[in-house]
């Protein structure tokens, strides 16, 4: 028998449709991988209530972020400092603020109760939050600070409107959850 003839197959592997399948399963799986990574990031999420804008923005554990307002009743500013640590999971490190006042933490049973050089009060708190929800008002002048920037909440929400800040994988906005609601 000639070598042609010998059972050996003449089209080599890496062509034809061998090859071509195997290369759309290899692009599918990259794809596939991309959104899987992808879905799977935290965000820290802004949601109004009323089918406001909502607002998303990636984060990762250890990240930190503070809402600063104006207390109702003192007038003064007031701080609350919290760090991720997961998808529905953030702790409130301290809270901190010029006076002391109706509302404003100051029981030792709270936290730990220091003062700054410049006169305003910290209370370590260290309080587990799966979310965190207040309402807006331009007297309050409530903003949240995330990376390095401010993000007016006042000024994109209308007084009045309750806003939740959660951290959720991505994803759950994408397959119809409910945004920002907790389960």
Known sequence: MSGAICGKDRVPVK??????????????????GGIFWYGNQLVLRITPDDNQKTFSFTTFIGDKWHYKY????????????????????MVMLYTRYEDFGVGL?????????????????????????????????KQAKA???????????YKLYKS??????SVDKRYRNWFGFERGKDK
């Not at 062509?15 to 596939?32: D, P």
């Not at 949240?144 to 007016?152: C, V």
């Open 105 to 137: 933490p100051f029981w030792a049973s709270e936290g730990k109760f220091t003062t700054t050089d410049d006169g305003h009060f910290i209370m370590e708190m260290n309080r587990p939050f799966k979310s965190v929800a207040f309402r807006t008002a």
């Open 143 to 153: 903003s949240l600070y995330y990376a390095g920037k401010e993000i007016p909440l």
């Open 70 to 89: 104006i207390h109702s009743v003192e007038k003064t500013p007031c701080e609350e400092y919290f760090v991720i640590n997961g998808a529905n999971d």
């Open 15 to 32: 062509s034809g449709f061998r090859s071509f399948y195997g290369m759309i399963f290899t692009i599918c799986i990259a794809i596939a």
């Open 160 to 165: 009045g409107s309750l806003v939740k800040i």
